[in-house]
């Protein structure tokens, strides 16, 4: 079975500092993999998908499968960037859903 | 012109009773999903549906159980409720399994 590993539950750095949430995943296949925002109370929504390799919000993350990393980076934090920031993957052409990592709370401080 | 969206918001209940979650989407996506999020934010699949297959995560009790009338829906029904299925239940849609999933706002479900 797949699992989606995100090692930092909170992350707290000041505006304007480079941000860097770290993923790992475990699959045997080829999996789609995904980052996920929560703002608060509010629904999911994507941010980034690896194949479309688009820079969003200034945020970026590159699909290593070496290390089965796909971690996300923004080089200068922002405070709206606060929220919840999830990994997830897909298994290549499945309908399973997606496997959420725990999720890591980024928080941007003034 | 929401795209997912989600009945009730909010849905505070008794134990032991039975209740249902409504989702809707306007995508004209063929797979939809329930998630789980729990106080810890924790997010876990329940079920992916398309109009051929339910895919069930073994993890999730026979009491919960999916409804489609149709390809836009997707409901929740939930048997003799217990204190520990509070959480928000998350609704998704896909036009296919491995796409983007496009989610509702969440219904927070708390069992008293």
């Known amino acids: 079975a797949q699992r989606v590993t995100q090692p930092e539950k909170l992350l707290s750095v000041f505006k304007g500092a480079p941000v860097e949430l770290k993923c790992n995943y475990s699959?045997?296949?080829?999996?789609?993999l995904f980052w996920y925002v929560q703002y608060s109370r509010q629904r999911l929504q994507l941010l980034l998908r690896?194949?479309s390799r688009e820079s969003i919000k200034g945020f970026t993350a590159d699909l290593n499968k070496g290390e089965t990393s796909f971690h996300l980076k923004k080089p200068f934090a922002q405070e709206e960037d606060s929220a919840m920031y999830y990994c997830?993957?897909?298994?290549?052409?499945?309908?399973?859903?997606?496997?959420f990592g725990k999720g890591t709370h980024l928080i941007i401080q003034p | 012109d929401t795209a997912v969206s989600q009945t009730p918001k909010y849905l505070v209940t008794q134990m032991g009773n039975d209740k249902s979650i409504k989702c809707e989407q306007n995508?004209?996506?063929?797979?939809m999903y329930w998630y789980k999020q729990d106080s810890k934010k924790f997010l876990k699949i329940m079920f992916s549906?398309?109009?051929?297959?339910?895919?069930i995560n073994e993890t999730v009790p026979n009491r919960f159980s999916p409804k489609s009338p149709d390809k836009a829906h997707l409901n929740l029904h939930i048997n003799s409720l217990e204190l520990g299925d509070s959480a928000v239940y998350f609704c998704?849609?896909?036009?296919?399994?491995?796409?983007?999933?496009?989610f509702g706002p969440g219904t927070r479900l708390t069992v008293l």
């Open positions: 998704a849609s896909s036009q296919r399994g491995s796409d983007t999933q496009y």
């Open positions: 699959y045997s296949g080829s999996p789609e």
């Open positions: 690896h194949i």
């Open positions: 997830a993957l897909v298994p290549g052409g499945g309908a399973d859903g997606l496997t």
């Open positions: 995508l004209g996506h063929d797979t």
């Open positions: 549906y398309n109009n051929k297959e339910l895919i």
